[in-house]
């Protein structure tokens, strides 16, 4: 099986031209799949799994995407 096992991942991923290639490193020079990925995106990811820590500052709050 490919990608990450187990429990405490998070994966962000786009659709399109090369999603799914399933290749260990992108040979792609533009790298669209992860430019096709927002900065919203992480930082809601990113906030998401800090809020599932025990302790968390209440200042962090999700953007739109």
């Known amino acids: 099986v490919w990608g ?4 405490g991942h998070t ?3 786009a659709t399109g031209g ?3 290639c399933r290749q ?8 669209e799949c992860m430019d096709a990925i927002s900065v ?3 930082f809601n990811a990113a906030i998401k799994i800090l809020s599932e820590q025990p302790s968390r500052p209440s200042s962090l709050t999700p953007r739109p995407s």
Request: aromatic fraction near 4%; charged fraction near 20%; proline fraction near 10%.
């Open 18 to 20: 090369c999603h799914g």
């Open 24 to 31: 260990d490193a992108c040979y792609r020079p533009t790298h």
């Open 40 to 42: 919203g995106e992480v």
């Open 4 to 7: 990450p096992r187990g429990g």
């Open 11 to 13: 994966v962000l991923q």
